[in-house]
């Protein structure tokens, strides 16, 4: 008996295929519908917990600094006012085009149409330009 148990290898003469059956009843066992329960339960679990979180995080947000909402309302005013100042200038400043502002800007927007292929030869046109309008 102390002869030496060699190991073998049986080798298949043909190839080993799996049918649909044994896959989908594989696929249908209790071992991974138990997987699959597990997994959504923990699924469930963390996003109990991420909505928690950003509910949490949203109160604190919201809720910090109660006293300072007339401070918060007059700022909030304040840049409404500044916006709105600066959106009045710049429709006075469209009004406010110098008769030689409007017509070197003619003067590049028909050079930049007539010269497509060349921008660079419309640079007098652009430097007129920037003179009138550094003018203002």
Do not use: I
């Not at 963390?46 to 919201?62: I, N, P, T, V």
């Not at 918060?72 to 409404?80: E, G, I, Y």
């Amino acid at each position: 008996m102390s002869q030496e148990q060699k190991v073998k290898t049986f080798y298949p003469k043909t190839p080993v295929e799996f049918s649909a059956t044994l896959l989908s009843e594989l696929d249908n066992s209790n071992e991974s519908n138990y997987t699959r329960q597990q997994y959504a339960k923990q699924l469930a679990e963390l996003e109990k917990d991420e909505r928690a979180q950003l509910g949490d995080a949203l109160e604190k947000s919201l809720f910090t600094g109660g006293d300072d909402k007339t401070a918060s309302t007059a700022s909030v005013n304040k840049k409404l006012k500044t916006v709105s100042a600066k959106l009045h200038a710049l429709n006075n400043f469209e009004k406010a085009k110098s008769d030689e502002l409007k017509q070197a800007e003619n003067e590049v927007v028909k050079c930049f149409n007539g010269n497509r292929s060349k921008p660079l030869s419309c640079w007098n046109e652009v430097q007129k330009f920037k003179q009138a309008a550094s003018s203002l």
